[in-house]
């Protein structure tokens, strides 16, 4: 069984979590998208990870992790990350396997995508400043692209950096009036990657085929959410890659009829961080509330998140592009305690209804929400571990959604712990 875990909203649904529990069941864990933007948390005992390159597989001894092409490796991030993992007698020596053709993120990059943040003021997208737009921009220019192959031959890859740091920093002085670079500098920490990294970096197109031919069971683990996508999403305020499940066969080179299940994780609300419209945004006491109970504060970034009620528009239209099968719905705990709930089951844009999601933002941004109103619950669900633990009111949310998103729920989040899950 291969298997494939996609966001259906913003991003940060609980996907670390889902992957972590499904790794026990699969061979194989692969990140196929986006770079150190994400960050996926696993909670084990007392012990929280916050894996923002390496798959959230990488936590389970006996489970093989693959950095696909399709990935922006930051090679300070992913060595920090085995550094990290080491502290906890956690290895990854012979079960990591990088792809050498996934690309680099260096420091120009990161120092461009905050320049250019900045310079925009209001207008940011409100990017997480890890080099990401940048990156994947210079592999779809191609000629000052630095891949993980080009780590192997390091008198090349000095003379390529020479060129590449000379023309970023020509751009920075003259556009940004910013500091210079220097290339030996980045050079100096790229042949420091070379010995660290080169041992796992592969062909992992063959390796995944090879395996999956072999019988090996695949868990691909999607970053970001379908919201997010740079083709179908929110544009400009996404990500720079196909972070819906339509991303997943582009990022590791095997086949979306290859895998049996793509799950789609959400939150049983909304949230997001950065710029861009969030029709179901609560800008107030609930919104607030519903920060302070489920820690809605970015993993990577530390940003408070924007909060708001679950938006079956948006969630309805991350299953119909990624054709997803069926949906893992996290953090049903956080909303304990309020004491009337909405989900939003259809927009109005200019006096008609529809509910099928206007990724288009000038568009997306003039919507009203048409709201369903459900009674809350005030109990503590955490301890709930069956769906008939649930009150009968959580249960009445549960079914509501799926009748709105017409597709069933596997998958019920009641805390951060692996075993805080009800399986349908
Ligand atoms: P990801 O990027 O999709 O992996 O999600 P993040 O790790 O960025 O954010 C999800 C947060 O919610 C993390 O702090 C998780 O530990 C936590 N979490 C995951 N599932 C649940 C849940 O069902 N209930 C609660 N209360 N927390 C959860
Ligand atoms: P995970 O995998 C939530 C958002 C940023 C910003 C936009 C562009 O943890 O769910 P970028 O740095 O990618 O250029 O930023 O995308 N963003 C995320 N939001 N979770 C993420 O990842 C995100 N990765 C990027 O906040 O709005
Ligand atoms: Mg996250």
Known sequence: MNTCIVGLQWGDEGKGKVVDILAEEHDIVVRYSGGANAGHTVVVGDIRFALHI??????????????????VVDPEVLIAGLERLARENITLDNRLFISENAHIVLDYHKKEDQLREESLGKDKIGTTIRGIGPCYADKVGRSYAVRMADLRDLEKLKAKLQRIVAYKNKIFGAVYDAEPLSAEGIFEKCRFYAERLLGFTVDTTAFLHRSIAEGKSVLFEGAQGSLLDLDHGTFPFVTSSNSSALGMSAGCGVPAKMVDRFLGVAKAYTTRVGGGPFPTEQDNEIGQYIRDKGNEYGTTTGRPRRCGWFDAVAVSYGITIGGVDSTA??????????KELQICRAYKIDGEETAFFPAETTRLARVQCVYETCPGWEEDISEARDFEDLPLNARKYIRLVEEMTKKAISIIGVGPERNQTIFM
């Not at 719905?329 to 309020?338: C, I, K, P, Q, R």
């Open 54 to 71: 390496l798959p959230s597989g990488s936590i389970r001894q006996d489970t093989v992790c693959v950095i696909a092409s399709g990935v």
């Open 329 to 338: 719905l996290m953090h049903l705990d956080t909303l304990s305690g309020l």
